[in-house]
C-alpha cells in the first residue's frame, strides 16, 4: 500500500498535470509601466489608460485620497491625482490598485492568508522605495516598487492553487501548518516561473526565485533593497512572519546598505504608515 501523498506532492502533482489557472497581470498596468519607462511619457495618455476603466478610476482615486497620499485637499479626477502625484507615484498606486485583486478569496482562511500576504507585499515595495530614495544606489524606484510588490508571488501562487485543488476536493481539510510549509518550500520556485510566464524582465525573476538564497550576490542592488525591506517587514509584523527581536543594524543587508540605525528607525516608522494602503 502506498504512502499518502504529502500537501507538497499534491501540488506539485497539480502543476504538473497544466490544470493550474494562473493570475493574469493586469494590462493596464502593463501599459502603464511601458509609458512611462519612454523618456518623455505622456500624462495624457495614462490618464486615458486609467480612466477607460471605471473600477480602475475608483480605486486610484480612493488610494490618492488615502492618508498616506492625501494633500489639503482631496481630488476628485484622475488628472488631479497625476498632478498631485507626478506620472511615477501614480504608477506606483495603478499597481497597488491592479493588484489587489489577486489576494483576495472565497475561502476564509486562504482569504486570511492573502489578506496578511498583500500587506508584506505593500510594505515590501514601499520599504525597499524609501530606502532607494534616502540612499543613492544607482536603481530606478520603479523597478524598486515592483521587486518588492512582487518578491512573494510565489506565495500567492501556492494559495491559489491550494483553493483550486480545494474546489475539486471539498472534503479536503489542510491546516494553516500545512499551508503555511508549502508556501515556504514552493515559492521561490514558482514565483520566478510566474513571473516569467507574466513576461517580466529577468531580474525580477531573479528577486522571486532567490531573495532567501543564502549567498548574497553582493553586487545586485535590487535584491539587497528587497532583502532589507524584507527584513524590517519580519520586525514589524508585517505579513505573515513576526520576528520583534530581530536587530536589524547587524544583518549583512543593513551593512552592505551602508545603513545606520537612525536609517532603519525612520524605515520602521515609515512602514507603519502603509498599513492604510493595504486595506
Known sequence: MSAPLSLIDVINRFIESDSVVLPVFN?????????????????????????????????????????FYRGLNEVGTVRAAIMRLGIKEIAK?????????????????INRLMKKLWQHAVGCAYG?????????????????FFAG?????????????????????????ITDDLLLEAMDRLH??????????????????????????QKIDEKNILMLLVRMANLVCHKLGIG???????????????????LSEIDLAEL??????TAILAD
Open 188 to 213: 521561490a520556485r514558482e514565483g520566478g516561473k510566474l513571473l516569467a510566464q507574466w513576461n517580466m524582465p529577468e531580474y525580477f525573476c531573479v528577486i522571486a526565485r532567490e531573495h532567501h538564497a
Open 93 to 109: 498606486v495603478v499597481l497597488l490598485a491592479t493588484s489587489r485583486q489577486h489576494f483576495k478569496s472565497t475561502d476564509k482562511t
Open 149 to 173: 510588490l512582487f518578491h512573494d508571488v510565489g506565495k500567492l501562487l501556492v494559495l491559489v492553487i491550494i483553493e483550486q485543488i480545494k474546489r475539486r476536493n471539498r472534503e479536503l481539510r
Open 27 to 67: 494590462s493596464a498596468s502593463s501599459r502603464i509601466q511601458q509609458e512611462i519607462a519612454k523618456n518623455e511619457p505622456s500624462t495624457q495618455v495614462i490618464e486615458k489608460i486609467i480612466t477607460s476603466d471605471q473600477a480602475l478610476a475608483t480605486q486610484v482615486l480612493k488610494i490618492a485620497n488615502s492618508s
Open 268 to 273: 520602521e516608522i515609515a512602514l507603519e504608515d
Open 128 to 144: 525597499a522605495v524609501w530606502l532607494a530614495r534616502h540612499h543613492t544606489y544607482g536603481v530606478e524606484q520603479s523597478q524598486v
Open 240 to 258: 505573515l512572519v513576526h520576528d520583534p527581536d530581530l536587530v536589524l543594524p547587524a544583518t549583512l543587508e543593513a551593512d552592505l546598505l551602508n
